[in-house]
């Protein structure tokens, strides 16, 4: 388990399972238009490793998933209600995206907890319509051991020299072992 694969399993979690529908990207570019809405992006910034101790490569790592949502909606011919839309458009894609994401039994599987889950919105009519963004970052702890990580590059061992020390006075042994073919 890394980064990676806990990006592509909140992938999965969120494909088909929110009003995006199939419309969850990574990675891409993060510039999106309005024909693409609504649509979910997915990263993860942010990878921390916290030792578990110093002999064998073990760690309880954090990944921050970052999930922006977008959205667009205008206002209606009689009324200027655009923005009360968007927003409320956007807190059902929160409350869409948070179950899929926690619910999903192929993350929740592998990883040892949701370590927490920040979430904004933003609506902003700077545009023909008013375009919404959801920012969700949730910090995903799970396990990473010594199969996690590739094997040590060490040179071949081609031989040992073993000596045992002896009381003074008698010869020293000397066993060489060749380990070469």
Request: charged share 25%; hydrophobic share 40%.
């Amino acid at each position: 388990m890394n980064a990676a694969a806990v990006r592509m399993l909140v992938i999965s979690a969120l494909t088909d399972k929110t009003d995006a529908a199939d419309r969850v990207y990574s990675p891409r570019d993060w510039s999106t238009s309005e024909d693409m809405y609504p649509a979910i992006l997915v990263q993860t910034p942010i990878d921390v490793k916290n030792s578990l101790g110093r002999n064998a490569p073990q760690f309880n790592t954090v990944t921050t998933v970052r999930i922006t949502g977008r959205l667009q909606e205008l206002d209606e011919e009689q009324e200027d209600n655009g923005a009360v839309k968007a927003e409320i458009a956007l807190e059902q894609l929160r409350d869409q995206v948070e179950r899929a994401v926690i619910n999903s039994y192929d993350l929740t599987r592998q990883i040892q907890q949701f370590l927490q889950v920040r979430s904004t919105i933003d609506v902003n009519a700077a545009g023909e319509g008013h375009i919404a963004q959801l920012l969700m970052e949730l910090d995903i702890e799970y396990y990473q051991g010594p199969e996690d990580f590739y094997p040590i590059d060490a040179p071949p061992l081609d031989g040992i020299d073993i000596t045992i020390q002896m009381p003074d006075g008698t010869p020293e042994p000397l066993v060489s072992v060749n380990l070469s073919e």
